[in-house]
């Protein structure tokens, strides 16, 4: 359903965020709200440019939501919430648009809140949990502990809107463990679906002045990869879309990135590291019986993440297991993310 879903997205950045998250530049960038909040013929004609998209064209049985994503939205004063949500109504009404989203934090959600958001049409509200760890939480300055964030995805569910919940790989005070019982805590809850971003190191921010202090240590990529896939693994299995790995590329994040896993593809590296650990058990399932099988299939949209950068997974297989080559086989009948060998 998540996947079907057109959203035409506004960023309103860090507007109405009064807290110091330490990984996060809103010192550096925050601008006051007018000066940053779209106005309602802004987002009238953005939407109808959106609309007027030819991939919108063949939208057919798709919904078409307007998502508000940045900052804390339900911090926002009332006012300029209701504002920004009721510049879409026509095109509610119009039934050309079909609901709302926003993000927010935990601790910005109330009763009160929440209605406004029910009231105006949003269906799906994001929420910034980061860490079900308390400790993190509070390294890291969030403002809120993880009971909180419990009882904030605990809310939304209750109102009957989608809930989704973003989560940081290593953040500081987190490790591998900790964070792989976060995974099974937001399982526990049962959101709509989950984002994972690696944290990065941004210029400006407090985390680099512990980075440059030598009392922050950023993940490697190769550890990020390997949490975020034991954490995509779980979510699979519990069947809650993860619609996000890492953080969206935009121009100029690259230049603000003091250190961290950052990789413009890391939502693909991560279901390589996946794909290649399914492959290994396939092949050490056959491995000492005469002609083991070296063909696998796999669903075409995952050739060349199966191979990964520069056909590193398939090289690593044929060292470990001794072959001479491997090939791989597309068919559209094989699930996605899942492999299988051709044995014949
Ligand atoms: S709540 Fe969000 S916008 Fe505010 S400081 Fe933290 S990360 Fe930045």
Known sequence: MEEKRFIIP???????????CIYCDQGVIARPVAATAPTAPEIAAEVERYL???RLKNRAGRQVQVAFYGGTFTALPVE???GLLRAVGPFLKEGVVHSLRVSTRPDALSPARLEVLASNHVATVELGVQSMTDEVLRRSRRGYGSEQAREAVREVLRLGLEAGVQLMVGLPGESAETFAKTVEDVIRLRPHFVRLYPTIVIRGTGLEQWFRAGDYRPLTLEEAVAISKEALKRFRAAEIPVIRIGLQPTPTLPASIVAGPYHPAFRQVVEGALLYEQA?????????SP??????????QDISTFYGE????????CEVFDLREIRVRPDPLQGRGTLALWAV
């Open 10 to 20: 506004f960023f309103i950045s860090h507007l109405g965020c009064p807290h110091h």
């Open 52 to 54: 007027r998209l030819g």
């Open 80 to 82: 300029i919430q209701e």
């Open 280 to 288: 290994v058990a396939l092949l050490a399932a056959h491995k000492g």
């Open 291 to 300: 002609g083991i099988p070296t063909t696998f299939i796999v669903a075409p």
């Open 310 to 317: 520069g056909r590193a997974n398939i090289r690593r297989l």
